[in-house]
C-alpha cells in the first residue's frame, strides 16, 4: 500500500544519511552541556544552559515525531522495534510531571539520552544485542560462580579463619576475599600467608585459580562469543528486509538472484556453444588457408 505524500517525505528524511548526522551531532551537543553543568559557579551561563536543554528537548520530540510519522498509517508499527521503544521512553520521559530542575532523577533521564548513540552504530548495536542475548547463559554462569565461592569460602574459613580474621574471619569476608582474588592481584600475598601456616594451602590456591580464573572465566567469555555470532547473525537477517527500489524484494535477494540469473546465462550460452561447436580461439573462416588442388 502506498504511503501519503506527508508519510513518504518523513521517510525520504529519516533514512536518509545527513539525518542521521545531524542526530549524532546533536545528541554528541546535548552531551557537551550535561557535561558543562557539572562545573559550579556557572554564573550568567546557568539560564542560557536551561534554553538550550529545551530546545534539545524540541528537536528530539521532533525527531520522534518523523519517525512515527514515517510509518503511515501504522504508526503503531513504530514500537515493534527495540531501539524505538528506547528513544521514545527517554524523550518522554523528560515530560512527566514532577520532574523539573536539577533532580536526580531528571539527570539520569538526560544523561540516557546519550546512549542513544547506540542505535546509530551497526557495531555498537551488535554490542548491545549480543549482551542482552547472553544473559540467559551468563545467568547460569553467575549461579555456577556463586555456588564455587560459596564452597571455597567456607573451606577458606575453615583452613584460614584462625590465623587470617581479617580476610577469612566469617565467611562474607571469605567469598569477598575470593572475590578479589579473581583479579590475582592479592594472590603472592595470600600464597605466603598460606605457606606460613601449611604447604597443603598451596593446593588450596592452586585449585581455584584454575577453577575460577582460568575454567569459569573461559566459560564466561565462550558464552559472550556465541551470543556475539547470535548478533551479528541476526543484524545480517534484518539487513535482507531493506527494499529501497521498493519492488517487494529485498535488495539483498534482488542481488543474489540477479547473479543466480547472470549464471544461468553464462551455462546457457556455454551450452549453445558446444552445440554448435564453435571454438573461440579457432581461426575465422576468412583467415584459414585456402587448399591447393591438385594437378
Do not use: C, K
Not at 547460569?140 to 567456607?154: D, E, H, I, K, N
Not at 590475582?184 to 590456591?205: N, R
Not at 566459560?219 to 545480517?236: G, K, Q, Y
Amino acid at each position: 500500500m502506498r504511503q501519503p505524500g506527508a508519510a513518504a517525505w518523513a521517510a525520504r528524511v529519516t533514512e536518509s544519511r545527513p539525518f542521521d548526522v545531524a542526530i549524532i551531532v546533536l545528541i554528541g551537543l546535548n552531551a557537551v552541556v550535561l557535561g558543562i553543568e557539572t562545573y559550579p559557579h556557572l554564573g550568567t551561563a546557568a539560564p542560557l544552559l536551561r534554553i538550550v536543554e529545551w530546545v534539545f528537548r524540541v528537536l528530539f520530540v521532533v525527531e520522534i515525531g518523523l519517525r512515527v510519522l514515517a510509518y503511515g498509517r501504522r504508526p503503531q508499527d513504530f514500537f515493534r522495534h527495540g531501539w524505538n521503544i528506547f528513544d521514545f521512553v527517554v524523550i518522554a520521559a523528560a515530560f512527566l510531571p514532577g520532574l523539573h530542575g536539577d533532580s536526580a532523577i531528571l539527570r539520569i533521564i538526560r544523561i540516557a539520552r546519550v546512549l542513544r548513540l547506540v542505535r546509530f552504530s551497526p557495531g555498537l548495536r551488535t554490542i548491545v544485542t549480543a549482551l542482552l542475548r547472553s544473559l540467559p547463559g551468563v545467568t547460569g554462569f553467575l549461579a555456577l560462580a556463586a555456588v564455587t565461592l560459596y564452597v571455597y569460602g567456607m573451606a577458606g574459613w575453615l583452613i584460614f579463619a584462625e590465623h587470617q580474621p581479617d580476610d577469612y574471619g566469617t565467611l562474607g569476608r571469605a567469598v569477598l576475599t575470593l572475590f578479589v582474588l579473581l583479579s590475582l592481584e592479592t594472590l603472592p600475598d595470600l600464597i605466603e600467608q598460606g605457606l606460613a601456616l601449611s604447604p597443603w594451602t598451596l593446593l588450596y590456591y592452586v585449585s581455584y585459580v584454575i577453577v575460577t580464573v582460568n575454567l569459569l572465566l573461559n566459560i564466561l567469555i565462550a558464552v559472550i562469543v556465541n551470543s556475539m555470532e547470535e548478533a551479528r547473525r541476526l543484524e545480517m537477517t534484518e539487513s535482507l528486509g531493506t527494499d529501497e527500489d521498493h519492488d517487494g524484494v529485498p535488495d539483498d535477494i534482488d542481488r543474489i538472484m540477479i547473479s543466480q540469473r547472470l549464471d544461468d546465462l553464462r551455462e546457457l550460452v556455454a551450452e549453445l556453444e558446444r552445440e554448435l561447436r564453435i571454438d573461440r580461439d579457432a581461426p575465422s573462416r576468412a583467415e584459414r588457408p585456402t587448399p591447393t588442388r591438385q594437378r
